[in-house]
């Protein structure tokens, strides 16, 4: 089944205790993105990646890291979260972005708390 | 800074109405425009994508491209309580709108 995966689903963490969020597509993917949806805010673009060792920041990147040393895999990496970055955090993926039917296929959601 | 609006609603319209939603976009160079829906709790889907000026209908869906004025819009004919969900707009620059929650009420 084609899919993007998360994990983890839920995570509540204190202030300063590194994390990652995985993000794994079956879809063999090229671009891949990161997003945190607020109440009001709808979907703001955190990070992006076009390919392999490809990436670039987004609306709302500070206090966020990326890699993509692999197609599949575009993890998210808060070094030192803080309570402003409590949201709903969403990986996507797409074939690419020059126009015409690049739908972007979503992960579950990850929601996150930090205290 | 490119930027994608939406009138954040929330929109009510009953069963079997035609739900009208919009979005402008300030990017000229903008080709394509996607709407996704997101049921509460749930990850946005893909419903329709445009790039086209004019209609293009899918079902009970139509979404519209005006490039000129820089809108475009979603019309849900035969609105149902199916549909009640949050709709966002996307350039394809993959930034998204604010986001409408509409509700069809019975």
């Known amino acids: 089944e084609a899919q993007v995966t998360q994990n983890p689903r839920y995570l509540i963490t204190v202030t300063g205790k590194k994390l990652t969020v995985t993000c794994s597509q079956n879809m063999n993917h090229e671009y891949m993105s990161w997003y945190r949806q607020d109440p009001g805010l709808g979907l703001r673009q955190i990070y992006y990646s076009m390919n392999v060792e490809v990436t670039d920041k987004g609306d709302v990147p500070e206090g966020y890291k990326v890699s993509r040393k692999e197609k599949r895999n575009f993890p998210l990496i808060l070094e030192s979260p803080s309570p402003n970055q409590t949201s709903l955090y969403f990986c996507?993926?797409?074939?690419?972005?020059?126009?015409?039917?690049?739908?972007?296929?979503f992960g579950p959601g990850t929601r996150l708390t930090v205290l | 800074q490119k930027e994608v609006e939406q009138n954040s609603g929330p929109l009510s319209v009953p069963e079997g109405a035609i739900a009208s939603l919009n979005c402008t976009y300030s990017?000229?160079?903008?080709?394509?425009f996607f709407w996704y829906r997101q049921y509460s709790g749930k990850s946005p889907e893909l419903i329709m994508f445009?790039?086209?000026?004019g209609d293009k209908e899918d079902g009970r869906f139509t979404a519209q491209l005006n490039k000129a004025s820089q809108y475009v819009s979603l019309l849900i004919r035969d609105s149902q309580p199916s549909d009640s969900a949050t709709y966002l707009c996307?350039?394809?620059?993959?930034?998204f709108g604010a986001g409408t929650r509409l509700t069809v009420k019975p």
């Open positions: 996307a350039g394809n620059d993959m930034r």
């Open positions: 990017d000229r160079g903008s080709q394509s």
């Open positions: 996507a993926s797409s074939s690419g972005t020059s126009g015409g039917s690049n739908e972007q296929f």
């Open positions: 445009i790039y086209s000026n």
